[in-house]
């Protein structure tokens, strides 16, 4: 590996790492009580199941690890930087041997029409959830449930700047395109930037339970 990939990657690491934390504080409850939540949603009627077989994998559907676009970013940076590509795959691999196997399957019954359908979760799924930490793909940080932004921006007041847009959950697509593609004073900056909106959301987050009293952002809204 050379030395322009182990920059890279330890800068991917590190915004991946700063992340895994505030997810874990502040919104795991709602991954965890996923069709609850898929319940807010406009089209939640015509989507209500009744699970089967295993365990609903929310969003760790097979082969979201391995998306690698980076979206809404220009063609020449839509996608994370092949040599990050390549040592994430890399150290997901010697992981993975390590902390055994992911993946497994699920099954459920469609209310509206009846129909049994059957699935599979990421190959880095396992029962105790994800098992990739700080090697995570950019749609596992990335993407967060309508529902979930919704509160967040509550919590924020409204402040889209803040939370960032759909598709682009903290800007964190134009930070990992930062990260591929620009040089290491520009990544820096970016990181230490990065770092800084997610504590202000942070902040905002522990200031909302705290006024609250409640230990969940997720007790707060479902």
Not at 55 to 60: A, I, R, S
Not at 114 to 126: D, I, N, Q, S, T
Not at 139 to 146: D, E, G, R, T, V
Not at 205 to 221: D, G, H, I, N, P
Request: with cysteine; aromatic share 10%.
């Amino acid at each position: 590996m050379s030395v322009t990939n182990e920059w890279r990657l330890t800068a991917y690491k590190e915004l991946v790492g700063c992340l895994n934390p505030f997810f874990s504080s502040f919104l795991g409850d709602y991954c965890r009580n996923c069709q609850k939540v898929i319940g807010r949603l406009p089209e939640a009627a015509e989507e209500s199941i009744d699970l089967l077989e295993g365990v609903y994998p929310g969003c760790c559907h097979r082969g979201a690890g391995d998306i690698f676009r980076l979206e809404g970013e220009k063609p020449e940076r839509a996608c994370l930087a092949p040599e990050i590509v390549v040592a994430l795959q890399y150290e997901r691999q010697r992981k993975m041997q390590l902390s055994g196997a992911g993946g497994g399957t699920y099954s459920f019954r469609r209310h509206r029409d009846g129909a049994l359908v059957k699935g599979a979760h990421c190959r880095y799924f396992a029962d105790q959830g994800c098992l990739l930490g700080d090697l995570k793909g950019p749609l596992c940080i990335n993407f967060i449930c309508p529902p979930m932004r919704s509160d967040l921006l509550v919590v924020c007041a409204g402040d889209d700047d803040l939370v960032g847009p759909e598709h682009d959950f903290l800007f964190i697509y134009r930070s990992l395109a930062i990260i591929s593609y620009d040089d290491q004073a520009e990544v820096e900056r970016e990181l230490a930037s990065f770092s800084q909106r997610l504590q202000v959301l942070e902040n905002k987050c522990q200031a909302f339970m705290t006024e609250r009293k409640v230990q969940s952002l997720y007790s707060c809204f479902n």
